[in-house]
């Protein structure tokens, strides 16, 4: 069984940074691509950042260059480190295992 928790979100200003964690249970996670998604009100789920268990990561062109994905197979965790923070970054943001498994979602407010 597989259970995600996503912790951090906040209201933030403008220009702002945030630290979103995920907490994973089960023993795939070192083997597992992890991604973050987001979702704000009237669209569709969409992939922010997402990292192999080698590494590799990949991150929506609305993003590069302030948000960082990273992880730690000790721990079992995942982080989102979101820099420079602007209104169209609100959303409801989900930790993902595989897009297959999902946390709860941490609200994230970005005010102008």
């Known amino acids: 069984q597989v259970q995600l928790v996503e912790s951090g979100g906040g209201l933030v200003q403008a220009g702002g940074s945030l630290r979103l964690s995920c907490a994973a249970s089960?023993?795939?996670?070192?083997?597992?691509?992890m991604g973050w998604y987001r979702q704000a009100p009237g669209k569709q789920r969409d992939l922010v950042a997402g990292?192999?268990?080698?590494?590799?990561?990949n991150y929506a062109d609305s993003v590069k260059g302030r948000f960082t994905i990273s992880r730690d197979n000790r721990k079992n965790t995942v982080c989102l480190q979101m820099n420079s923070l602007k209104p169209e970054d609100t959303a409801v943001y989900y930790c993902?295992?595989?897009?297959?498994?999902w946390g709860q979602g941490t609200q994230v407010t970005v005010s102008s």
């Open positions: 990292i192999t268990g080698g590494g590799s990561t």
């Open positions: 993902s295992l595989q897009a297959k498994y």
């Open positions: 089960g023993s795939i996670f070192r083997f597992s691509t």
